[in-house]
């Protein structure tokens, strides 16, 4: 017998373990193929192949879609919290212009915090920052915080009557509620 650690040739090995090997079944039947079979499982292969390709486009168009939403949603609301910042100048100037008053002696200081805030409320606009003052309409949580109530029978209850200090919203989204005091009814 042969050395177990030696190598043979597929040839050699044939000759090793008696010459032939017979790789035939001789009971198996022959398999005969239809070709109206053949034609059909190709053909619901195709389709199958057809549906998958179509949902893996329309899922690359889904996430697409998803992904310029959210670029848009960045580009929208990317001055937030710059914005929020800026809305207290916003209203020291508001309460400067209160303050000031009708003296002759600060009319053109008061015309520059004027044509200032002018100048700060545009360019807070052409950016998509809109203020909230929902004086005289129904209180609305969404949009205002009500820091306190007051008996007026002269207004519908639950009626804003007062305003503290305006809201913002950019691009739709609230950025700061109105701060507002609302009515109530009557004791």
Not at 46 to 52: Q, R, T
Not at 63 to 69: C, H, I, L, T
Request: charged content about 30%.
């Amino acid at each position: 017998m042969a050395d177990d650690k030696t190598e043979y040739t597929d040839d050699e090995a044939l000759a090793a373990v008696g010459g032939t090997v017979d790789v035939t079944d001789e009971d198996a039947e022959p398999i005969e193929l239809n070709p109206e079979q053949v034609t059909a499982q190709l053909e619901a292969d195709l389709a199958e192949a057809k549906d998958a390709a179509l949902r893996a486009q329309a899922d690359a168009a889904n996430v697409q879609r998803r992904a310029e939403q959210e670029v848009d949603k960045a580009r929208k609301f990317a001055l937030e919290r710059f914005i929020s910042e800026l809305l207290p100048v916003v209203d020291n100037m508001e309460r400067a212009l209160e303050a000031a008053g009708t003296d002759e002696a600060v009319k053109p200081i008061v015309e520059g915090v004027e044509l200032t805030q002018k100048s700060l409320i545009d360019a807070l606009q052409k950016h998509g920052v809109e203020p909230v003052d929902p004086m005289g309409e129904p209180f609305d949580p969404q949009i205002a915080q009500a820091m306190s109530m007051v008996a007026n029978p002269e207004v519908e209850p639950n009626t804003v009557i007062a305003v503290m200090q305006k809201g913002y919203q950019l691009n739709g989204r609230l950025i700061r509620p109105a701060m507002v005091m609302v009515s109530k009814a009557a004791d």
